[in-house]
Every structure is written in structure tokens, then in C-alpha cells.
């Protein structure tokens, strides 16, 4: 088992006595449970020793953070925070960070190096269509590979749960 | 008060005004009938395209189209986000879908919204608990049981489970834990499901006659995540369940026991030029009178390009793993097929459009219409 199915193993095991424990409270909403499972994922993925690259990255290589073929943006599915008053790292004013995320693996022409990026949306404000709409899937998979998938939303485990807008913050470098 | 509400009979009657005017034209007044107002009781006859016209920035819909003339017959409200799930004999339709209290913001009521196809009446829905993946449209995130007790949502925290409603009942029954698992596919009997695990495994449950409990059985790997990993669509053809891999090799499960089993793997694009892979989203879709299988593909195919749109449908003849015909088409994203004999296909694109194509005797495709569509349309059902 990689890292990764590791850590979502971990995960899932972390919420599992939770979510027996409300299958009998059917009609009853559970912030509590939903939140739970959330900050387990908020605390383990930031952090992701993540080390495969599946592959070299193709479409992925400019190097202007406005354009959907800037680097960082391997993986990117959405739209782009900086464009919407936020920057590279920062979800725009009166937004929530998304509490969970993604995490892509991209090649910094610069340096050519391989970063993990870890792509958190921004919450709860209207989806920002002033922006470019991204979807770049370099080692995207599909959600039994959770950490790896582009195409939920990952507001999912915050309190405000529409979709804004998605960051691209590097929180490390693949061996 | 005056205003608005005195204002409103005014405008409506100067409305009406208008057509009796000009409706009259040079007919004698006594010979004018007016019309009436009214709702239309149900949709045209004929036979249906349902479209998810999925939208994350509020209200969605599920588009129901005339087959023949892709003439939109009516829209199912949804929620945002929302997953569509229809009926075998087409004449019900679900929606997982969210509301927002404050529609970006607030608490997440998910709900489970029935809906009669023919008067596209709404109801009844049952109140999920607010775990359901906020996900693009799949088919496999929202399923019903082959023996149509219960109907099975994708849940996802981002831990996976999946909530078992009682049809019946109107009533969530049970949440499965399906940890590091996705996707739900259902037997052809009973009421057992499997679903993909990410180390290359499928478990599958079988429920108990009420639904509250279930049985787990663990197959061995049947695909490699790292190396060759599979999409999550799934097509049915007899006992055997579909499943591609990103590199284009078309995998057979047999789900008829408590386990599921591999029963084959062909490799589709070997000894073809170009780097041909397959992408989209509903990017299969099989008829099994034909026993064809419809394959959207891409070339010059690289790591991340398993979304790109599809520039070739391949038709797979099915008794022999070899492409029978390859059709050029318009990047669509997501594909299906009717389960007839002289079958037809659908597709959607990401730029919102609707295109039916007819399929001749070798299985090659020739477009027959379009319409425009709305929303992000990654998921579509057709029936007989």
C-alpha cells in the first residue's frame, strides 16, 4: 500500500465508528459527523509525503500564474482565485478555505523540479465565472483515490459548502 | 399600501388586451374565442434522452428530450450539484441534489427528489443525510438496486460510504462504510452492489431483506491503480460488467457471485497508431443486441489528457475485442446508447450541445441533430 492509500485508509478508518454510528439517525443532519471526517482529511493532507509523479508533466509549463497552462496548475480543475481577488495562496476576501483538498504533483519549469500542490478550493461565495475556468489532470484519479480527484467539490467538509474558486499552494517537493 | 400590487391586475389586463386585438384581426368579434390558460398535463408520447443539466451555482435540472427530434419535452428542478438517476422502464426519475440555505452559503440540505417522467410531477423526497459527494455528473454515484427496493447514493466526507433509501418506505435505511472505495455498481439481481477500491479490488455488499444490514465480500485485484488505473463508468452487457482503463484496455467483471471476478482483459488499441486512448466522462455506452461496445477516444494521448473530449467514438465488437468502426465526432464528453435492436446514440459536448447520432449496420455513426443543452451535461440516460 503507497502513502497515499495509507493516509486515506487512515482516514476513512478515523470516520468509519462515526458513520455506524448515525446509520440508525436517518432523517437527523449531522454537522458533527460530516465535520469530523473533515478535519481528519484537513489535518493528514496539507502534509502528504507524496512521492509519485505518474509520469512527466505534459500540458502544464508556463510560467504566467493568470494563464490555465501555468505550471503550478497541473491539476487544477476550476477556477482561478487570483483572478477572482485572491492570490496563488489566498482564497479572496470573505471566503473560507476549503478545510480538505486535493493534491497534484507538477514540474517547475524553472527548476525542474517535481512540488506537490495542494489544491484547495475556496467557500462559500457564488462560483467566480469572471475567472478562466481550468482543468488540467496531470496524475488526476478517480475518488477511490480521493486525494488524487479534481472533479468533487472539495468545500465538502466546511461549514459554507458552495464553490468559489481554487488555490495552488506548494506544500512540498517529490523525492 | 399602493403600488406594485394594485399596478399588477393593470398591466395583466393590458396584456390580454393585446392578443384579443390582434388575434381578432379582420374576423367578426362574435366569432373570437378566447383562450385559456393552462398546464400542460403531461409530456409528449415517444420515447426519451434525459440530460443532467448540472449547476454549481445554484438550480440545476434534468433535461428530458424527444428522441427523434430532440424537441425538449420538460425540466426536472434540481438542486445544485446535482446526480440523476432514472428508472429501467424510463418512467421515474431521481436527483441527489444540494440546497443551500443561502444558496453559496449556509447549511447543505441534500435531498432525494422523485419525480413522475410523464406528468414531471415532483415527489416524494427523502431528506438525506448530508454526506452525498458534491461531485460532477457520474452514473455511478447514484444507483438504484436491481430489485428497485432501494435506491444507493455515493457519500463522501471525503470518507466514502454509501446511504441505502428504502423506496418503499421513503426512508434512509442504512449508511455502508466503503472506506478508500467509489462508485457504485449494482448486480443484475437481487440487491447487491460492488463498488472500486483504490488498491485495485472491489467489495461488494449484499443487503439484507430490509435493507438495514449487509454482507461484504473482497475480490482479489482485478486492475493496477498505479500503473493503469480505471474509470469509474461501467457499462452492463448480459452477466458481465465493462470497465476501461485509462490506456485503453477493456476489462470484464463477473459480479454474479458474492465476490467479483475477472473474466478478461483486451487490450483495445493494440497495433493502432496514433497514441489513442480513451477520455470524457460517460465515456462508454454499450448495446448488447449488438453486443457492441461505443468507446469515446482521443489521440496523442498523454498523462492527464483522460478527460479530453472524444474525437473518435470506436465501436468494439464485443465477441472479438476488435474496433468494427471508428467515427469522427464533435469533442463530445459523455456518451449513451439505445437499447434497440437498430440502436441510436447520444452524446453530450462541453460547449452544451446535444447531438444524436445514427449508427449504421457496420456501427459507424452519422449525425442526425442537435440541440443546445445548459449547465455542465456530463451525464445522460436514454431508455427503449
Known sequence: ?175 | MTGPSLKAPVVLAAAMAVPLTLAGGPAPAQDFVPETLSVKPTIDPGPNVFVNQQQWIGAGSIAIFDQATLKLKALLPTGAMGQMLVSADGKTAWAQSSFLKRTTYGPNEMVLTRFDVETAAIGPEVILPPKAAMALGYTPLLRHSADGRFVLVQNATPASSVTVVDVTAQTVVQEIPTPGCWGIYPAAEGARFSTICGDGTFASYTLSADGTGAEKATSAAVFDPETDPIFIEDERVGDALLFLTYSGKLIRLSDTGAAVEKLSETDLVAGIEGGWAPGGYELIAANAAKNVLFVGMHPESFDGSHKKGMEEIWAIDLATGTVAARSKVEHLSSITVTPAAAPVLFGTTEEGKLIRYDIDAGMALTKSAETGLAGFAMSLWVTE
Request: glycine share 12%; proline share 4%.
Open chain 1, 1 to 175: 500500500m503507497d502513502i497515499l492509500a495509507k493516509i486515506t485508509d487512515l482516514m476513512d478508518r478515523a470516520t468509519e465508528a462515526g458513520v455506524r454510528g448515525v446509520a440508525h439517525k436517518t432523517g437527523r443532519r449531522s454537522f458533527l459527523a460530516r465535520m469530523g471526517g473533515g478535519l481528519v482529511g484537513a489535518a493528514l493532507m496539507p502534509v502528504l509525503p507524496y512521492d509519485r509523479t505518474f509520469g512527466t508533466a505534459f500540458a502544464a509549463t508556463g510560467e504566467d500564474e493568470y494563464a490555465c497552462d501555468y505550471w503550478r496548475y497541473c491539476a487544477l480543475d476550476g477556477n482561478l482565485c487570483n483572478s477572482c481577488g485572491g492570490t496563488l495562496t489566498e482564497c479572496p476576501p470573505g471566503s473560507e478555505t476549503s478545510k480538505v483538498s486535493w493534491v497534484g504533483t507538477c514540474r517547475n519549469p524553472s527548476d525542474g523540479k517535481d512540488y506537490l500542490v495542494s489544491y484547495n478550493d475556496c467557500c462559500g461565495r457564488t462560483a467566480c465565472d469572471n475567472s478562466p475556468f481550468c482543468n488540467q489532470n496531470v496524475g488526476e484519479r478517480p475518488g477511490y483515490r480521493m486525494g488524487l480527484h479534481n472533479d468533487i467539490n472539495w468545500c465538502m467538509a466546511n461549514t459554507s459548502q458552495g464553490y468559489h474558486c481554487t488555490v495552488a499552494v506548494l506544500v512540498g517537493i517529490a523525492e
